[in-house]
């Protein structure tokens, strides 16, 4: 497996994720770990100084699916928003392994079903901080 690429999360990002992440059933919260894993490891700024090219939270990101070529754009958000057409929730894994990307680069991330995907970021048409919405 391939080294994670660099994340960059922003401060309230990582305190909603992790108030949602302890609110789960312990049962659940296993699934999770490897969401933990990425938050433990990522970089924290303020949303005032994340950088225009990173997926954050209720971004809209391009990204393709190495593996088959599927190009998929969908909106990174909390639980309660999921669902919509065009979303994909934080604790999905394509949305656990969005979160804190830059624009090229791509990460290894366990399916469901125990195989690994390879997404790449292509293209982040919205990201809430770079619009001045940072309370999103």
């Known amino acids: 497996m391939s080294t994670k ?18 609110r789960l059933p312990a049962a659940e919260a296993t699934h999770f770990d490897a969401l933990r894993a990425e938050l433990d490891r990522a970089e924290v700024v303020e949303p ?3 950088p ?3 997926v954050t939270m ?13 190009k998929l754009t969908l909106t990174l ?14 604790l999905a894994p394509v949305g656990s392994a969005l979160l804190g990307l830059s ?10 079903d125990g195989r690994q995907r390879r997404l790449r970021v292509l293209e982040i048409s919205y990201q809430p901080e770079a619009a001045g919405h940072y309370h999103r």
């Open 5 to 22: 690429p660099p994340i960059t999360v922003s401060r309230i990002d990582l305190e909603r994720i992790e108030a949602l992440l302890e």
């Open 52 to 54: 225009k090219d990173i």
């Open 77 to 90: 958000v909390y639980p309660a928003a999921a669902g919509a057409p065009g979303t994909v929730s934080i």
């Open 48 to 50: 005032t100084a994340m």
């Open 103 to 112: 624009r090229d680069q791509q990460i290894d991330w366990p399916t469901p």
């Open 58 to 70: 209720n971004s809209t990101v391009s990204f393709e699916d190495e593996g088959n070529g599927e």
